[in-house]
């Protein structure tokens, strides 16, 4: 993990804050994830957006369902979704390996513009040391930011 992006993920890290910090205000990420939304559905893709009633008990609230780019392997059906974190405007994308470069490249430059700090999940995939305590819930950056609890 570079340091810069370990300085991302503590910036936005509080303490005693699981799902969402304390000054969450959910009508702003979704205002601003419909945004995100509207221009990721003129790039020509089907997509689905769910909102906190589908993502309940995480450390996300919104995600962007990318069905384009669905596939079912052996080992079950693989949905990439763009993830959007409760803490401090982080976004995601998951299962890149089934979206085209160029695609993610649209999608990360949609998020930068509509105020999102675009993390790649792979990125997060590292052993969480940040403020909370409960290494059991946080194993890792993904889950601190971006999964269910």
């Known amino acids: 993990m570079t ?7 503590t910036r936005f890290d509080e303490l005693g804050a699981y799902e969402f910090p304390r000054q969450f205000r959910y009508s702003e990420l ?25 993502n309940q ?11 384009d780019f669905e596939r079912l392997t052996p080992t079950g059906l693989f949905r990439p979704v763009i993830r959007f974190s409760n803490f401090g405007n982080l976004a995601t994308i998951t299962a890149t390996e089934f979206i085209h470069e160029s ?14 700090i675009y993390l790649s999940a792979n990125e997060l995939d590292a052993d969480y040391d ?20």
């Open 3 to 9: 340091t810069q992006i370990r300085e991302i993920l």
């Open 30 to 54: 979704r205002c601003k994830t419909e945004r995100v939304f509207a221009l990721v559905a003129r790039l020509g893709l089907r997509i689905t957006l769910e909102g906190a009633e589908h």
């Open 57 to 67: 008990d995480a450390s996300f609230s919104i995600a962007i369902l990318l069905h």
């Open 103 to 116: 695609t993610i490249e649209k999608i990360v430059e949609i998020l930068d513009a509509n105020g999102f």
């Open 130 to 149: 940040g403020v909370m305590q409960d290494r059991t819930t946080y194993k890792s950056w993904w889950i601190r930011y971006f999964d269910w609890l």
